[in-house]
């Protein structure tokens, strides 16, 4: 699939996303259901910015200006790539809350997320690690799941 430059199939190491935002392919964005289906396997293996820029940049050049749902869509991907290269197993939304299963954390990312969030952080060390982070108010989630990621992906070695 990869030599084809279509995404590779998904693993058990991928990150599953589970959150409230609207991340799709409009019908009225691209009209044949075939098409849709390719942008769907581009998008899922954009792996990093660059990645996703040449997927903006492709389906501007296709279909015109991409709409919210799909910019949503492709950042949703880029966050899941990158989340699952660290370790995240699974990204939730819990009423204002995302929460972020990890495999096994770094103390670097432990305090850098405390550092960065301080009392809107939380760590559960239990059978299933994980930490959330609250929203803050107006805050979107994929702006603070990018954030998070981003920071984790910073500290770790």
């Not at 239990?126 to 929203?135: E, H, R, V, Y």
């Given at each position: 699939?990869?030599?084809?430059?279509?995404?590779?199939?998904a693993t058990s190491e991928d990150c599953l996303v589970d959150v409230?935002?609207?991340?799709?392919?409009?019908?009225?964005?691209?009209?044949?259901?075939?098409?849709?289906?390719?942008?769907?396997?581009?998008?899922?293996g954009i792996r990093d910015e660059e990645d996703s820029l040449d997927?903006?940049?492709?389906?501007?050049?296709?279909?015109?200006?991409?709409?919210?749902?799909?910019?949503?869509?492709?950042?949703?991907?880029?966050?899941?790539?990158?989340?699952?290269?660290?370790?995240?197993?699974?990204?939730?939304?819990?009423?204002?809350?995302?929460?972020?299963?990890?495999?096994?954390?770094?103390?670097?990312?432990?305090?850098?997320?405390?550092?960065?969030?301080?009392?809107?952080?939380?760590?559960?060390?239990g059978a299933k690690p994980n930490f959330s982070i609250a929203l803050?108010?107006?805050?979107?989630?994929?702006?603070?799941?990018?954030?998070?990621?981003?920071?984790?992906?910073?500290?770790?070695?």
């Amino acid at each position: 699939a990869e030599a084809k430059g279509e995404a590779p199939p998904a693993t058990s190491e991928d990150c599953l996303v589970d959150v409230s935002i609207n991340a799709y392919i409009p019908d009225s964005y691209i009209e044949s259901s075939a098409q849709r289906i390719d942008c769907y396997r581009r998008i899922a293996g954009i792996r990093d910015e660059e990645d996703s820029l040449d997927v903006v940049d492709e389906l501007i050049d296709r279909y015109g200006e991409p709409p919210k749902s799909v910019m949503g869509l492709i950042k949703v991907a880029l966050i899941r790539n990158m989340s699952s290269r660290l370790g995240v197993t699974e990204i939730v939304q819990r009423g204002e809350r995302v929460v972020f299963y990890i495999r096994s954390p770094l103390m670097e990312q432990v305090m850098a997320l405390s550092e960065k969030y301080g009392k809107r952080v939380r760590f559960d060390d239990g059978a299933k690690p994980n930490f959330s982070i609250a929203l803050e108010k107006g805050q979107k989630t994929l702006e603070l799941m990018e954030e998070a990621v981003k920071l984790m992906s910073s500290v770790q070695g």
